[in-house]
């Protein structure tokens, strides 16, 4: 028989063992088919540069349904092209729904400008509107910026995009080249969220991300179905700093962001997600909360961040999953899967590295606050982009030559 004393500590060792045994993550490589999406797709050789005899990266940034019971996929390229799919294509129906390279500023040797979002109006099967973030051509004494801007599609053919409609919302000066975010995507709300980076160079050297009187280094919400004080959209009221011209802009929902690349919410839950792309060391998967303050300059990942590095405090909201630079070196953020292709991935949330072409799943306990799984899809391979769900919520990634995948059940089943 143990004694009294012994009798504790082995109790101490059983709970510490259960504690270690919850907060074990499941870092096991999970089996999942990943196929062309459109096997036959052909790009048009002025975005392959073949036509020129140079060689170009297609680089598309979104892969998205439109929301409208089509069925259709649409895909956006850097170079400021969305291209248009039928259902269940093959790639081979492949339509040009808009061209915006004249007013598009993309040059493949700058690496972050050029088009970099699209969204569809929440009844977009009503409405026909479909929102924009892009670099803005910034030659002679046109200054580099992003431009966020409205369009609606021909209202004699579903397939093509009424270039000449295009609403400026926002324009919104851009004082490097790099870290311009770009996400445009609806909340359940209906407001549009807007992503934009700090600005760029390297340590936010102009304060962006913590100053709330910018609109950089933030993410932006929005409501595009009204107008008001003079803006050709309204600043929701329960935006958490309306009413303090002096201090903050209205439209910030969150901010000390360094550059999200990629926003989702999640179709089931409603959670916000978003991956930042680190400097130097981590890169972060966020939940974005209404005011939240995600750290940058002050912090990278959950460390402090330069010689005004600040500790762990409770405003400086701290992702809850980073990794470090020896894993990968530039988070390309998903979305959480809801899918019916794939049940063992429903609920983990897909995310990739641009560098080393990974990709993983995270499976996140929103009750206890903690990550419980974190399963490798893809071991390598192209540079990811962006990742994009179809209407059925069906999940697709895209690598920067041009390649469209989706995930599929293993096909081992
Ligand atoms: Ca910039
Ligand atoms: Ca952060």
Same mark, same amino acid.
């Given at each position: 028989?143990?004694?009294?004393?012994?009798?504790?500590?082995?109790?101490?060792?059983? &709970?510490?063992?259960?504690?270690?045994?919850?907060?074990?993550?499941?870092?096991?490589?999970?089996?999942?088919?990943?196929?062309?999406?459109?096997?036959?797709?052909?790009?048009?050789?002025?975005?392959?540069?073949?036509?020129?005899?140079?060689?170009?990266?297609?680089?598309?940034?979104?892969?998205?349904?439109?929301?409208? $019971?089509?069925?259709?996929?649409?895909?956006?390229?850097?170079?400021?092209?969305?291209?248009?799919?039928?259902?269940?294509?093959?790639?081979?129906?492949?339509?040009?729904?808009?061209?915006?390279?004249?007013?598009?500023?993309?040059?493949?040797?700058?690496?972050?400008?050029?088009?970099?979002?699209?969204?569809?109006?929440?009844?977009?099967?009503?409405?026909?509107?479909?929102?924009?973030?892009?670099? $803005?051509?910034?030659?002679?004494?046109?200054?580099?910026? &992003?431009?966020? &801007?409205?369009?609606?599609?021909?209202?004699?053919?579903?397939?093509?995009?009424?270039? !000449?409609?295009?609403?400026?919302?926002?324009?919104?000066?851009?004082? #490097?080249?790099?870290?311009?975010?770009?996400?445009?995507?609806?909340?359940?709300?209906?407001?549009?969220?807007?992503?934009?980076?700090?600005?760029?160079?390297?340590?936010?050297?102009?304060?962006? &991300?913590?100053?709330?009187?910018?609109?950089?280094?933030?993410?932006?919400?929005?409501?595009?179905?009204?107008?008001?004080?003079?803006?050709?959209?309204?600043?929701?009221?329960?935006?958490?700093?309306?009413?303090?011209?002096?201090?903050?802009?209205?439209?910030?929902?969150?901010?000390?962001?360094?550059?999200?690349?990629?926003?989702?919410?999640?179709?089931?839950? $409603?959670?916000?997600?978003?991956?930042?792309? $680190?400097?130097?060391?981590?890169?972060?998967?966020?939940?974005?909360?209404?005011?939240?303050?995600?750290?940058?300059?002050?912090?990278?990942?959950?460390?402090?961040?330069?010689?005004?590095?600040?500790?762990?405090?409770?405003?400086?909201?701290?992702?809850?999953?980073?990794?470090?630079?020896?894993?990968?070196?530039?988070?390309?953020?998903?979305?959480?899967?809801?899918?019916?292709?794939?049940? !063992?991935?429903?609920?983990?949330?897909?995310?990739?590295? =641009?560098?080393?072409?990974?990709?993983?799943?995270?499976?996140?306990?929103?009750?206890?606050?903690?990550?419980?799984?974190?399963?490798?899809?893809?071991?390598?391979?192209?540079?990811?982009?962006?990742?994009?769900?179809?209407?059925?919520?069906?999940? =697709?990634?895209?690598?920067?030559?041009? !390649?469209?995948?989706? #995930?599929?059940?293993?096909?081992?089943?």
């Amino acid at each position: 028989m143990p004694t009294p004393a012994q009798f504790a500590l082995i109790l101490l060792a059983l &709970s510490a063992c259960t504690d270690h045994c919850v907060a074990e993550i499941d870092a096991s490589p999970m089996s999942v088919a990943i196929v062309p999406a459109l096997p036959q797709l052909k790009w048009p050789a002025d975005l392959t540069g073949s036509q020129s005899g140079r060689n170009l990266d297609v680089r598309p940034l979104v892969v998205t349904g439109a929301g409208d $019971g089509s069925g259709r996929l649409f895909v956006g390229t850097q170079h400021g092209t969305i291209h248009v799919f039928g259902p269940n294509s093959d790639g081979s129906d492949r339509q040009l729904f808009a061209d915006l390279r004249d007013r598009v500023s993309f040059d493949p040797k700058i690496n972050e400008e050029g088009f970099l979002g699209l969204a569809f109006h929440p009844d977009f099967a009503t409405t026909g509107e479909v929102f924009v973030n892009y670099t $803005g051509l910034h030659e002679g004494d046109r200054e580099r910026r &992003s431009v966020v &801007s409205r369009f609606r599609v021909s209202p004699n053919d579903a397939n093509r995009l009424d270039i !000449e409609s295009e609403e400026i919302l926002l324009e919104i000066p851009q004082p #490097f080249w790099n870290h311009n975010g770009g996400t445009v995507t609806f909340g359940p709300d209906g407001c549009l969220y807007i992503c934009l980076g700090d600005g760029g160079a390297a340590f936010d050297p102009q304060m962006n &991300s913590q100053n709330l009187q910018s609109l950089l280094g933030k993410i932006l919400r929005i409501d595009i179905d009204r107008q008001e004080g003079g803006r050709p959209y309204a600043i929701p009221a329960d935006n958490p700093f309306v009413g303090h011209p002096q201090l903050a802009r209205g439209e910030i929902w969150a901010y000390g962001l360094r550059n999200v690349w990629r926003l989702s919410f999640d179709r089931k839950t $409603g959670a916000a997600w978003a991956g930042d792309v $680190g400097q130097d060391q981590w890169e972060e998967i966020n939940l974005i909360e209404r005011g939240g303050n995600y750290g940058w300059n002050l912090r990278e990942g959950r460390h402090p961040f330069g010689p005004g590095g600040f500790p762990a405090c409770r405003k400086l909201l701290d992702p809850i999953w980073e990794y470090d630079h020896s894993v990968g070196k530039s988070i390309t953020g998903g979305h959480v899967y809801r899918g019916k292709a794939i049940p !063992e991935l429903s609920g983990h949330y897909l995310y990739g590295e =641009y560098v080393t072409g990974q990709i993983w799943a995270l499976k996140y306990d929103m009750g206890s606050g903690k990550v419980t799984a974190n399963r490798m899809l893809r071991a390598s391979g192209g540079p990811i982009t962006t990742f994009g769900e179809d209407d059925a919520g069906e999940s =697709y990634f895209a690598t920067q030559p041009g !390649e469209i995948f989706k #995930f599929a059940a293993p096909k081992d089943r």
